[in-house]
């Protein structure tokens, strides 16, 4: 074997060493990120403060086919990310308005792009794919990248994609995607912290708006702000 194939091979073990780094890492923040979220608001419901949305019980096994299907989600979000390193060329931005800039600018787009996606998601043509993440009608943190690995892979693409065509630093990228973890696993809990009864309704609506979506299979397409929804008028206030 010449000197140039051990290096090749070399390089080929090393990138496969680090993208299991990251695929792990990922997973530990999946596991943290559902297990925060769940143990909070069971919580909270000894404590008798708000209530769940959904009523139904989870489907038997449901947890053991929300780990293993995240699993699988996890191993494709690493992909994405160790992709994405390679096009990184600052670790932290070069200032406060900077750093600003570059969340704003991935929110303003990422939001829109879920909402077109997700709207295509439940059509004839792509709803087979979608159905993987809607099999937990009463969804628990542990649902949130419960989904078939063709609509991970949709959901996904926008991080390459802008590691690629901005100059966002490391430090901003990991940060946005560990915030939307947490995010997606708050959005899942199918829990309101206050009745729509409460003068906290509005906190109590945006709250069970996932849930509602989940619940009916249909509207209530936003994925950070509900915004889009409203203008689109594909707002879903449930049965």
Request: charged share 10%; proline share 3%; with cysteine.
């Amino acid at each position: 074997m010449s000197l140039q194939s051990l290096l090749e091979f070399h390089y080929a073990e090393q990138a496969i060493v680090d993208y299991l780094i990251v695929f792990v890492l990922q997973l530990a923040l999946y596991v943290i990120a559902a297990s925060i979220f769940t143990a909070f608001y069971n919580i909270l419901k000894r404590l008798k403060i708000g209530a769940r949305v959904e009523n139904r019980a989870t489907y038997p096994h449901q947890l053991k086919v929300d780990l293993s299907k995240s699993a699988v989600t996890c191993a494709i979000i690493a992909l994405y990310l160790y992709t994405s390193f390679a096009f990184i060329k600052q670790l932290y931005p070069s200032s406060f308005l900077s750093a600003f800039t570059q969340i704003f600018a991935f929110f303003v787009i990422y939001d829109f792009y879920m909402y077109v996606t997700h709207r295509a998601l439940h059509t004839p043509l792509l709803r087979r794919f979608h159905s993987v993440h809607h099999t937990a009608v009463s969804a628990t943190p542990w649902s949130c990248i419960n989904m078939h690995p063709i609509e991970a892979f949709i959901n996904y693409l926008p991080f390459l994609l802008f590691a690629c065509f901005s100059s966002v630093s490391l430090l901003v990228f990991l940060g946005i995607h560990a915030h939307l973890i947490f995010g997606i696993a708050n959005g899942h809990s199918n829990y309101s912290l206050a009745t729509p009864s409460s003068k906290f309704s509005v906190l109590g609506e945006l709250s069970t708006f996932h849930q509602k979506h989940h619940s009916d299979g249909r509207g209530n397409y936003g994925y950070l702000f509900t915004h889009y929804d409203w203008i689109f008028g594909t707002r879903h206030s449930g049965r």
